[in-house]
Structure formats: structure tokens, C-alpha cells
T-cell receptor
Framework: QKEVEQDPGPLSVPEGAIVSLNCTYS??????FMWYRQYSRKGPELLMY????GNKEDGRFTAQVDKSSKYISLFIRDSQPSDSATYLCAMSQGAQKLVFGQGTRLTINP | DAGVIQSPRHEVTEMGQEVTLRCKPISGHDYLFWYRQTMMRGLELLIYFNNNVPIDDSGMPEDRFSAKMPNASFSTLKIQPSEPRDSAVYFCASSAGLRPNTIYFGEGSWLTVV
């Protein structure tokens, strides 16, 4: 079993829809939780960062961490075609060794 | 700042050849990471440096892989000899201190070994 599980998709939704992306993990020592966005043929870029449990909101994006369930989520409201990308969850125990999910490929259809 | 700069962006090489990938981290960043991304295994940490010193190379797949950081502005990842299963995208990333929200990735080096 992988330390971090993420459904690779692909996921296709119409423009304006609410998107929900999720990851589960097995290592209860993880404290840092991140979501990265990766456009085709580009490097990952940090989208959201959360330390420990709780919610964090940034514009149309909301990240949730539920440590009791070992489950993290990313919600995208009012999705746009420019949100089409692969979304990777990542987490770590210490700040330096990130463990990534497989990534979910998301397409927003105009 | 120009961000993390990697070269070459694309490389096609024959099995058995030596491959050298290069990385220039963001100025002032004291951590440098090398990752590999494949369809099967996703994004995996190979090795990371702190202040030019290798700290953890437990992700390096085998002895054919080596990495160096001779100074704060340059690092190399070398594969010798290369094999088809090394075909992947290799990313370099750097960060300022042990804060995961300061990790920035380069655009990657796309390696194909035929």
C-alpha cells in the first residue's frame, strides 16, 4: 500500500462546477499538507499549504485536512478552463521529504 | 528571480550512455531536491542537499545514479550507464529553509533512453 493514495482520474467537469479532489494517507506522522498544480510539460507549483488539521481558503480554492480520518481535500469553486491541469497532493512528516500522490488529471470543459 | 533553472529540457540518448542533468537553484535557497516523475510511480524524491551537502540519498534507485552540488548555485544528477527504465521527467527544486511552502520546482528535464 502506498503512503499516499490519490485517484488519478481523469476527471472532466463543466465550467462553473465545484470540483472536489481527495487524497488518503497512511502515515499518521504527516504534519504538512500541500496541493500542487501541474500544467502539461511544466513543473509542479504550490497551490495550497496547510499545517496540521483544519481548513484553508484562498480565493476559489479551499483545502481541508482531517487527520483523524487521514484524508485531505481540495475544492475548486466556479471552475474555469484555466484550472485544467494535474493536481498533486503532497505531505510530509518533516518539512523536507515530501511524499506525493499520483496526481489527478482535471479537465474543465467550456 | 528566474526561478529554478534546469537543463537540458529534453534529452534523448542511447542505452549505456552517460546522462548529466543540471540545475541552478533560486539564489539564496539553501535546500536543493532532485525528484523523478513517471506515470507508474508518480513524483519521487531521489536526493536532497542542505548547504551543498547531501543529506538523504535513500531515494536514489541504484549506484548508476549520482548527484553532486559543488556550490550553492549548481547541482548535477548523473546517470551512468543509462537504461530505458530511466526514462522519466527529472525535476530539481529548491527551498529556503525547512518550510515546505517555499519549495519551488523547475520545469523539468525530459529524459528518453532508447
Amino acid at each position: 500500500q502506498k503512503e499516499v493514495e490519490q485517484d488519478p482520474g481523469p476527471l472532466s467537469v463543466p465550467e462553473g462546477a465545484i470540483v472536489s479532489l481527495n487524497c488518503t494517507y497512511s502515515n499518521s506522522a504527516f504534519q504538512y499538507f500541500m496541493w500542487y498544480r501541474q500544467y502539461s510539460r511544466k513543473g509542479p507549483e504550490l497551490l495550497m499549504y496547510t499545517y496540521s488539521s483544519g481548513n484553508k481558503e484562498d480565493g476559489r480554492f479551499t483545502a481541508q485536512v482531517d487527520k483523524s480520518s487521514k484524508y485531505i481535500s481540495l475544492f475548486i469553486r466556479d471552475s474555469q478552463p484555466s484550472d485544467s491541469a494535474t493536481y498533486l497532493c503532497a505531505m510530509s512528516q518533516g518539512a523536507q521529504k515530501l511524499v506525493f500522490g499520483q496526481g489527478t488529471r482535471l479537465t474543465i470543459n467550456p | 528571480d528566474a526561478g529554478v533553472i534546469q537543463s537540458p529540457r529534453h534529452e534523448v540518448t542511447e542505452m549505456g550512455q552517460e546522462v548529466t542533468l543540471r540545475c541552478k537553484p533560486i539564489s539564496g535557497h539553501d535546500y536543493l531536491f532532485w525528484y523523478r516523475q513517471t506515470m507508474m510511480r508518480g513524483l519521487e524524491l531521489l536526493i536532497y542537499f542542505n548547504n551543498n551537502v547531501p543529506i538523504d540519498d535513500s531515494g536514489m534507485p541504484e549506484d548508476r545514479f549520482s548527484a553532486k552540488m559543488p556550490n550553492a548555485s549548481f547541482s548535477t544528477l548523473k546517470i551512468q550507464p543509462s537504461e530505458p527504465r530511466d526514462s522519466a521527467v527529472y525535476f530539481c527544486a529548491s527551498s529556503a529553509g525547512l518550510r515546505p511552502n517555499t519549495i519551488y520546482f523547475g520545469e523539468g528535464s525530459w529524459l528518453t533512453v532508447v
